[in-house]
């Protein structure tokens, strides 16, 4: 657990690359201040599962560099393809135009996505991806003549982004809560969080009263509600709160009742974190609109792919005015070298059959965590598929107050032990690369533990 100290640049670059960011860059969900004691770390290169600083030291990179990163940095096979895109066209725009990757890229999308979504989209970030699948859904009842409908029903604790329209359907206040007058908020349904069971309440009961609370909200709101907008299985931003396939399962069936979209944002859960390629199959449904982003290009490059069903598609293809068409566009939708990267990406998949792995790997994950889940100081130990969370609570079981900052601990203690944690509040999770080997694994298993008795100590 001895931090690695080879030093391959003098630490004179390490501070000098400090200064120069801290005089020019605004960082992302960050208050800049916090900088003037705990400075960004500046990297050098990724190798592996591996990021490098210029001082020497390194850090494994337990949260795949917010979620995206699936096959370690630098990997070979997709550095290899993307060299040759750049040498072959590295960008046309998608209108009037098209390209082999984003022709093969989609192609496979609709191969590997659940049944019944057949035409692909472009964005290039995650929430251009919601802000494409929300105006589809408008537009398409639109479309219908159906002009009542100009609302979405999202899940108490979501997050499906930043942007304005995304932050409408997205339940976590300190995103949204400065930005309410600029925000068309969405009708909240009940969250069917398993963890949130009450005493002796099953996570079978919590999936039931959730999808009674959002049958009573349908019943109310359905004529002027386009969408429900979930995050399948996971919702990550919220601290990984976890619920059952049969939520979605019973949630497919409610948005064909009541005559409403279903959007699954699989951004974040997407490419296999859940132990499926996507979480909406291990509740065998097709959404309306499937967003995918972050891992679909390996964690390389920014792109978003919006999947919807023929019907939708065919709303929109008609001998008419252009304001039928779906009028969305972004500079880079569908570049080419991004579109390289997810099918390099996608090959891994296949060549080094990653979810049987992966499967294999859970097994072991079980096993490492029941000393976690033993731990007086942890409460909530869960995984789905690769994604592994736990909450930082006192002695009795309760949560500590939030100024006393046990996650900002436990980061700075793992960051310290070469371990790249970045704890939700006090949630402490793993959502790393697939490609951390036995040693590795020891390493997160270890330091994480530690990083929980230190945050806890007193
Ligand atoms: C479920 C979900 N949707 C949307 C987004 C937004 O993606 P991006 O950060 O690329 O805009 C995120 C980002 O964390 C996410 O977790």
Not at 103 to 130: C, K, M, W
Request: glycine share 6%; charged share 15%; proline share 6%.
């Amino acid at each position: 657990m001895s931090a690695h100290s080879t030093p391959s640049h003098p630490a004179s670059a390490h501070q000098d690359w400090i200064a120069r960011d801290l005089g020019a860059l605004w960082h992302p969900c960050t208050q800049m201040k916090t900088h003037e004691t705990f400075p960004p770390i500046p990297i050098a290169r990724g190798q592996g599962s591996w990021l490098y600083d210029f001082d020497g030291r390194r850090y494994l990179d337990a949260i795949g560099s917010w979620w995206v990163n699936l096959f370690g940095h630098a990997n070979p096979l997709i550095n290899e393809r993307i060299k040759t895109q750049l040498d072959t066209l590295e960008h046309v725009m998608l209108a009037g135009f098209t390209h082999q990757p984003v022709i093969e890229l989609s192609e496979q999308l609709i191969a590997r996505t659940p049944h019944g979504l057949t035409r692909v989209f472009y964005a290039d970030n995650g929430s251009s991806g919601i802000e494409v699948a929300l105006k589809m859904s408008f537009h398409f009842w639109q479309n219908q003549g159906q002009r009542g409908k100009t609302r979405f029903i999202a899940l108490a604790n979501s997050y499906h982004g930043e942007t304005l329209g995304a932050l409408g359907v997205g339940d976590i206040p300190i995103f949204t809560h400065t930005y309410a007058p600029l925000i068309q908020p969405a009708f909240i349904a009940p969250a069917p969080d398993c963890q949130q069971a009450a005493a002796g309440e099953s996570c079978a009961a919590v999936t039931a009263r959730a999808l009674a609370g959002m049958r009573a909200l349908l019943e109310q709101v359905a004529a002027e509600t386009c969408a429900v907008i979930v995050e399948p299985l996971v919702q990550c931003a919220a601290g990984m709160k976890m619920h059952e396939p049969a939520y979605l399962t019973g949630l497919r069936a409610l948005c064909d009742e009541f005559a409403v979209h279903l959007i699954a944002d699989e951004i974040a859960v997407g490419f296999g974190r859940t132990g499926t390629l996507f979480a909406c199959e291990q509740a065998d449904i097709t959404p309306d609109i499937l967003c995918l982003s972050k891992g679909i290009t390996g964690g390389y490059l920014p792109l978003s792919a919006v999947l919807s069903t023929e019907a939708i598609y065919q709303a929109f293809y008609v001998d008419a005015p252009a304001r039928r068409a779906f009028l969305h566009s972004h500079s880079y939708t569908g570049n080419p070298l991004a579109c390289t990267a997810a099918l390099a990406s996608l090959a891994i998949f296949d060549t080094h059959d990653v979810l049987a792995r992966n499967r294999a790997r859970m097994s072991q994950i079980d096993e490492w965590l029941a000393p976690f889940r033993a731990h007086p100081n942890l409460s909530r130990v869960r995984r789905s598929g690769m994604i592994v969370a736990m909450d930082l609570t006192d002695a009795h079981g309760q949560p500590y107050p939030r100024a006393e900052q046990r996650g900002q601990r436990a980061y700075r203690f793992a960051l310290d032990h070469e371990v790249l944690l970045r704890p939700l509040g006090d949630t402490l999770y793993w959502m790393p690369p697939y490609t951390l080997n036995d040693a590795e694994w020891a390493l997160l298993v270890q330091v994480t533990r530690a990083a929980v008795d230190a945050a806890t100590a007193d």
